[in-house]
């Protein structure tokens, strides 16, 4: 049986155990539920989980291990002398084994040994695709006619159900802090490994970015240099331009929409506004480069300035446009989050809706509206499309917005195209920027939660 045909049925399964469960804890009052501790629905869930739960739990330890067990199966069934290779030569094999199942067009003609281990492969898969169906069945039918079984009007389902529920959400929290403690553990590793190579004050404070390497040792101008600071500038540089459109738009933008404007012109507005945040990032990038840039550039001609064909400020003013929607959207629905009590209050003492806006709502809000752009600023600082499109990839240590730049997430993806060695420095890099960028959202993080702690004790 397929694993999609399994898990629905599986799934079947724990709805008709559901409903015996249910219709147990009805047949043993005779229809009297003031007599049952929890509603019917308790005892129906309480049987659904003993039947799902721990099939599935086989189910991903079964699928989990299936792979490395076959395959070391199949190694062990291949003759002595090949049996005897470094692990590097049995892995290409294996690959070969695996290619000549999946039926691949590497695969090619093979070895007959190789045909051999592959029919051995598929027949072990087929085996251990049937056990797993029996298996997860049987355990399925087990499990739900031993919750059956154990159904009683006294029995407390309501608090056992709710208890596999906290479970659930204790492990999927954990799943979640485990992931972040392995990506960042993984960065980490890599990081250390480049910093080994590279000092770290070099890398900070360099004021040269250059990460091509020397092929050859007698090569010349490949050296590497990997002074960071000119892309720290370039990301600043365009995040800021972005911030500068997008904060003072998006804010008038939720204000008016929250406090001004009629219900109806609301209704149609928000939506319209919030399209943006729809728009794929390569159409903002195709409009940046063809629109925007050559724009800036005729302009600046026209007034007597040198403007470079793709420049920062092309970029900048429409990631500004982009992220409008993150500030405007989420600030609107902090303003209106503020207590009606406290414009009726500022009301009462005289203040006009400006007034009120200015003294009352605005700092109310204040924690929300900090949030919003701080999400804002992160969604600037990982942008990559609309700058490898409108700022180029030239890594220029200026502070002018009319020049070319590059940034942090862009060198990122520059550095990880196509075939690399993870083991030198140029590849390397790319962690280490990932890195400052992660510690640097983080800074942003803590920023954040000062001013809402702050604020929320002053206004609560």
Known sequence: MQRTTLLLTLFLMAAAAFYAGSRRSLDIVRGHTRELHSLPSYYGYFTALWCGLPALLIMGLWLAFETSIITHLVIAELPPAMQSLPDERINLIVNDIRNQVGGSAFAGESDPLIQAAAARYQRLKDISAKALTVVVLAVAIAGATFARQRIRKEQRARNMVESATVVFLIVCSTIAIFTTIGIVLSVLFESIQFFERVPVTDFLFGLHWSPQMAIRADQVGSSGAFGAVPLFTGTLLISAIAMLVAVPIGLMAAIYLSEYAAPKFRATAKPALEILAGIPTVVYGFFAA???APFIRDLGMQV????????????????????????????????????????????????????????????A??????????????????????????????????????????????????????????????????????????????????????????????YE
């Open 290 to 292: 063809l629109v925007v």
């Open 304 to 363: 007597g300035l040198s403007v470079s064909s793709e420049s920062a400020l092309a970029a900048g003013l429409v990631m500004g446009i982009m992220i409008i929607p993150f500030v405007s959207s989420l600030s609107d629905d902090v303003i209106n989050a503020v207590p009606q009590a406290l414009r009726d209050g500022a009301y009462a003492l005289g203040a006009t809706q400006s007034e009120a806006v200015r003294h009352v709502i605005i700092p």
């Open 365 to 458: 809000a204040l924690p929300g509206i900090v949030g919003a752009i701080l999400l804002a600023a992160s969604r600037a600082i990982g942008e990559t499309m609309i700058v490898v499109m409108a700022a180029g990839l030239s890594a220029n240590l200026t502070a002018n917005p009319l020049e070319a730049v590059t940034t942090v997430t862009v060198q990122i993806v520059t550095l990880l195209v196509g075939d690399q060695e993870f083991d030198s420095p140029k590849t390397l890099a790319a962690f280490a920027l990932g890195l400052v960028l992660f510690v640097a959202t983080l800074i942003l993080n803590v920023i954040a939660l000062y001013i809402v702690r702050r604020y929320r004790e002053q």
